[in-house]
C-alpha cells in the first residue's frame, strides 16, 4: 500500500528566502507525482506534475525533482514571497487513485 | 488548461436531509472522476472512484448508501449524501482524470450539517 510522508508539516520563513518541501513515498511503481497547493478553504491547484520517466519540472520559481528509485521528490521555492503561504500536498499516482501526503503549511513572514 | 467545476461551492443543510453536489469537466471527458474528502488538517482522503456508465467504486469504510455517485456522461458526476449528520460536514473535491494520468481538481464544496 502506498504511503507519502511529507517533511516538515509546518514551516515559517522569512520572505526572500529560499526553501525546499519533501516529500517521500514508499511505492515507487508511480505514473507520476503532482504537487498541489491549497489555500485554507479552497480547492487544490496543480503545481507542478512530473511524469516517472522525468527528473524534473520547472514553473517560474518553482523546481520540482522525483528520484522514484529512493521514493523521494522535492519542492523547491526560490525568493519566497508571502504569497507563497499556503499547503503545499504532494501527490503520487499509481495503480490507484492519488494518493497524499498530509502537507506542508508554509508561512512566508513579510 | 482542463479546468473542472462544482457545484454548489457551499451548502448548509439540515440533519436528515440530503445533498447533491455537481462535478462537470469543461473542457474535456472524464471516463474517470475521484470524489475525496477532506477534514480540517488533515490530507485529502479518497471515498470512491466513479467511472461513466457504470458503478462506483467505494473505499473502505465509506457507505455507498450515504454516499451516491452517478456518473451518466463524460463530464458530469455527481454526489448525493443522504441523510446528513453533522459528522458529515467536511470538504468534498472532485477529480477528473485526463489523458496522462493527471488529475484535474474541481474547487471543493464545503459542506456543512446543522
Known amino acids: 500500500k502506498q504511503e507519502v510522508t511529507q517533511i516538515p508539516a509546518a514551516l515559517s520563513v522569512p520572505e526572500g528566502e529560499n526553501l525546499v518541501l519533501n516529500c517521500s513515498f514508499t511505492d515507487s511503481a508511480i505514473y507520476n507525482l503532482q504537487w498541489f497547493r491549497q489555500d485554507p478553504g479552497k480547492g487544490l491547484t496543480s503545481l507542478l506534475l512530473i511524469q516517472s520517466s522525468q527528473r524534473e519540472q520547472t514553473s517560474g520559481r518553482l523546481n520540482a525533482s522525483l528520484d522514484k528509485s529512493s521514493g523521494r521528490s522535492t519542492l523547491y521555492i526560490a525568493a519566497s514571497q508571502p504569497g507563497d503561504s499556503a499547503t503545499y500536498l504532494c501527490a503520487v499516482a499509481g495503480n490507484t487513485p492519488l494518493v497524499f501526503g498530509k502537507g506542508t503549511r508554509l508561512s512566508v513572514i513579510a | 488548461g482542463a479546468v473542472v467545476s462544482q457545484h454548489p461551492s457551499r451548502v448548509i443543510c439540515k440533519s436528515g436531509t440530503s445533498v447533491k453536489i455537481e462535478c462537470r469537466s469543461l473542457?474535456?471527458?472524464?471516463?474517470?472522476m475521484f470524489w475525496y474528502r477532506q477534514f480540517p488538517k488533515q490530507s485529502l482522503m479518497l471515498m470512491a472512484t466513479s467511472n461513466e456508465g457504470s458503478k462506483a467504486t467505494y473505499e473502505q469504510g465509506v457507505e455507498k448508501d450515504k454516499f451516491l455517485i452517478n456518473h451518466a456522461s463524460l463530464t458530469l458526476s455527481t454526489l448525493t449524501v443522504t441523510s446528513a449528520h453533522p459528522e458529515d460536514s467536511s470538504f468534498y473535491i472532485c477529480?477528473?482524470?485526463?489523458?496522462?494520468?493527471?488529475?484535474?481538481f474541481g474547487p471543493g464544496t464545503r459542506l456543512t450539517v446543522t
Open positions: 477529480s477528473a482524470v485526463g489523458t496522462g494520468y493527471e488529475q484535474y
Open positions: 473542457d474535456f471527458q472524464a471516463t474517470t
